[in-house]
């Protein structure tokens, strides 16, 4: 288990701690609460990236008629 700080976290997203803190507020990331810290496991950071990929879609985009 490797635990990251809010800061390192959004550093890892690249983006900025006020984001990471709001997902953390809002509950959309596991997170690891060490007393008054607030710690993100690497392995949970990996699986919120991995949820919000979006795969591309096939084919040129037209739809054909069957």
Same mark, same amino acid.
């Not at 596991?30 to 919120?48: E, S």
């Given at each position: 288990?490797?635990?990251?700080? %809010?800061?390192? &976290? &959004?550093?890892?997203?690249?983006? $900025?701690?006020?984001? %990471?803190?709001? #997902? ?9 609460? #060490? $007393?008054?810290? %607030? ?5 949970? #950071?990996?699986?919120? %990236? ?6 591309? &879609?096939? $084919? ?7």
């Amino acid at each position: 288990m490797s635990l990251l700080s %809010v800061e390192e &976290a &959004a550093f890892r997203l690249g983006t $900025g701690p006020r984001f %990471v803190r709001q #997902l953390i507020a809002e509950r959309r990331i596991t997170f690891v609460k #060490l $007393g008054r810290h %607030v710690r993100i496991d690497t392995t949970d #950071l990996d699986a919120y %990236v991995a949820a919000g990929r979006v795969e591309p &879609a096939s $084919g040129s985009g037209e739809v054909s008629d069957p």
